[in-house]
Every structure is written in C-alpha cells, then in structure tokens.
C-alpha cells in the first residue's frame, strides 16, 4: 500500500474536515501530489496538487477553502477544507499529481465525505 487515505466524514455545510494521507513507504516524498474526489455518477477530478517544492494549484470550485499542505517528516499529505457545501460530497483519494507524472499509485479506498444538513 503506498497511501492510506482517512479523515472523512459527515459534516453540515459550512463545516470543516481535515483529511490525511499516510505514506507507509514515505513514497509521496519523491512525487508531486494530489487530492482527487469522485462523486457519485462523476468522473474522479483532481481539487488540489502540491509539487515537491511546495507550490500549490486548486480547482476554481475550491480555491479559498481548501488548502493541501505536506509535512515530509511524516510522509503526509493533508487537505483543510472549510466551509464545506453539499457539492462536496464525494470519495476523496490522494495519489500522484497527473499533471506532473504519468505513473499512478495503486489507488486506494479513498475516505468518503459527506456535507448534508
């Protein structure tokens, strides 16, 4: 396995959630990387990437209210959401950014988050 995403959960709009993505193999250190979500009847979408530098890119839908950070020490890669919305909802997966790299990681269960009042 080389991310353990976790952190979901059901929130009400306006909520906050901090999602996680562990790295046993501390693998995410060497990649530039991403959150993707899928939501129900939709195509998986990137919403935040991170490069090995540090620079970061959202989608419009999320820009002010997400922000992915990465502490290499643990080998994690964080998403702060806030101020949730209904269109939120999805499986949140991390993996390596498919802006940078062509190889993807086996993907894992993701963690579901769930805004709904």
């Known amino acids: 396995v080389d991310v353990v995403e976790s952190g979901g959960g059901l929130v009400h709009p306006g909520g906050s959630l901090r999602l996680s993505c562990a790295s046993p193999s501390r693998v995410v250190n060497f990649y530039a990387m991403a959150w993707y979500r899928q939501a129900p009847g939709k195509q998986r979408e990137s919403v935040a990437s991170?490069?090995?530098?540090?620079?970061?890119v959202y989608t419009d839908s999320v820009k002010g209210r997400f922000t992915i950070s990465k502490d290499s020490g643990s080998a994690t890669v964080y998403l702060q959401m806030n101020t949730l919305q209904p269109e939120d909802t999805a499986i949140y997966y991390c993996?390596?950014?498919?802006?940078?790299?062509?190889?993807?990681?086996?993907w894992g269960q993701g963690t579901q988050v769930t805004v709904s009042s």
């Open positions: 993996n390596t950014d498919e802006r940078v790299h062509n190889q993807r990681f086996i």
């Open positions: 991170i490069s090995r530098d540090g620079e970061t």
